[in-house]
């Protein structure tokens, strides 16, 4: 069955800095999503990729979906205090009825 | 426009009883889906369903889990005869259509058993 991998699993940042998180697909996915999970709190939805290569902005967030359909990328400039929580991808093949969701990446920010 | 609610938010079970997780989905939702999420670790996939039938279970622990969504009323995740290792936060997700579309996660059912 197909396969969601996120790396890295912690992400330990200080205030102001960039960092990027990972995930890669086992099969070639019809879409892709993100979600963010505050700690205590439930996913909420914050993208969808849907076209080869596409990237998409929402503020300081940047979303990007590889030239195959299998990867995809979120990266955050200038981490700040509300960035805290853990970050999903979760992927969509034609195939199959359900997302299947990376273990997360679970950021904290050093102010 | 009222989110997805789920119901209980904290529920404690002992061994051996029973447990009923409740989710009503977003009004005009009709795909429901029930994830699991223990401490620290990602979401598993359970169970989708439609109005009245059962789409895909196959994340579903063969014994002691039920689901159903019947036509009228909230999804139910039944846990039948629960152990502690079914100690987890269950979510409930719905959407507007099917197959891989957006889904709104309700608040979650933090699941205890003693």
């Known amino acids: 069955g197909q396969q969601v991998m996120q790396i890295p699993q912690y992400q330990h940042v200080q205030e102001g800095e960039d960092f990027t998180t990972y995930c890669n697909s086992s099969t070639t996915l019809s879409n892709i999503q993100w979600y963010k999970q505050r700690p205590g709190g439930h996913p909420v939805f914050l993208i969808q990729?849907?076209?080869?290569?596409e990237v998409k902005k929402q503020k300081r967030l940047t979303f990007q979906f590889g030239e195959a359909k299998k990867n995809s990328s979120l990266h955050i400039t200038a981490t700040q205090t509300t960035d805290v929580g853990t970050y999903f991808c979760a992927g969509h093949s034609s195939n199959d009825y359900k997302l299947s969701f990376g273990a997360g990446t679970t950021v904290t920010v050093r102010a | 426009n009222a989110g997805v609610m789920q119901n209980p938010r904290h529920l404690v079970r002992r061994r051996g009883q029973e447990a009923r997780l409740r989710c009503s989905p977003m009004k005009g939702h009709s795909h429901v889906y029930w994830y699991r999420q223990l401490p620290e670790e990602g979401l598993k996939f359970m169970v989708y369903?439609?109005?009245?039938?059962?789409?895909?279970e196959s994340g579903m622990p063969k014994e002691r889990f039920s689901a159903e969504f019947p036509k009228e009323g909230p999804s139910i995740l039944r846990i039948q005869q629960v152990v502690r290792g079914d100690s987890a936060a269950y979510f409930c997700?719905?959407?507007?259509?099917?197959?891989?579309?957006?889904?709104?996660f309700g608040p979650g059912t933090r699941l205890t058993v003693t």
């Open positions: 369903l439609q109005k009245e039938n059962i789409i895909d």
């Open positions: 997700a719905s959407s507007l259509g099917g197959a891989g579309g957006e889904q709104y």
């Open positions: 990729l849907v076209k080869s290569g």
